[in-house]
């Protein structure tokens, strides 16, 4: 049954630690998103990879960095450089090529990541 | 830039009831237009998504309209259902990113269907 795994799903971080995010899809999508969701809030793009060994920047990348070195992963660090990393990390994949590209993104379910 | 606007933040209706939630965007160059749902605690499932050339999308009790002239679209739930209990997200995917599948997300509607 294909899907997307995140791990851990609780996640606590220390005062200028740096921390790793698990995504894993087995679904043989290209594309790979990390988004961040705060309460009551909509979700907003860290960063997303269309292809192996290549990401780009979305709307909050500060703090944040990834890796794409093989297809079906996609880890997000969340390093010390982020003041205010509390919230729920949510990662997603989805097809952006060839004639199946236009399908919703299929999302994992979530890693909830709090300062200790 | 483009914005997407949801409202209401939250909705509370008893169960039988007909709703409508709406979704609006600032800029209509706009490739699809997607509504999700989220369960507590969880990630998202999508429900429906309507190509930009596409007026409507239907899936069971659920139907979602688009107009891209006015920058909106509705998510229209017969009948509800407390199982129908959730936060609905609405997502446009702008013009030019059908290559990268970027999202831009509304805040959500957090629907509670009372027994």
């Known amino acids: 049954d294909g899907g997307i795994t995140q791990s851990p799903k609780y996640l606590f971080r220390k005062e200028g630690q740096n921390v790793t995010l698990s995504c894993e899809q087995n679904?043989?999508?290209?594309?790979m998103y990390w988004y961040r969701q705060d309460p009551g809030q909509g979700l907003r793009l860290i960063y997303y990879?269309?292809?192996?060994?290549?990401?780009q920047k979305g709307d909050i990348a500060e703090g944040y960095s990834v890796s794409r070195e093989k297809k079906e992963s996609f880890p997000l660090t969340v390093t010390s450089a982020q003041k205010n990393p509390t919230a729920f990390y949510l990662c997603a994949s989805s097809i952006v090529q060839g004639p199946r590209r236009n399908q919703p993104q299929h999302f994992g379910d979530g890693t909830r990541l709090s300062i200790l | 830039k483009q914005e997407v606007t949801q409202i209401p933040a939250a909705l509370s209706v008893p169960e039988g009831e007909n709703l409508v939630l709406n979704c609006s965007f600032t800029d209509s160059a706009i490739y699809n237009l997607q509504w999700f749902r989220q369960d507590p605690g969880k990630g998202l499932t999508s429900l429906l998504l309507i190509q930009s050339s596409q007026r409507e999308q239907t899936s069971g009790r659920l139907n979602a309209s688009l107009d891209k002239s006015s920058g909106r679209s509705t998510l229209y739930i017969a009948a509800s259902q407390p199982g129908d209990s959730a936060t609905y997200l609405c997502a446009v995917s702008p013009h030019g990113s059908s290559n990268t599948g970027k999202l831009i997300f509304g805040q959500g509607t957090t629907l509670q269907v009372k027994p």
């Open positions: 679904l043989n999508h290209d594309a």
């Open positions: 990879s269309q292809i192996v060994n290549d990401f």
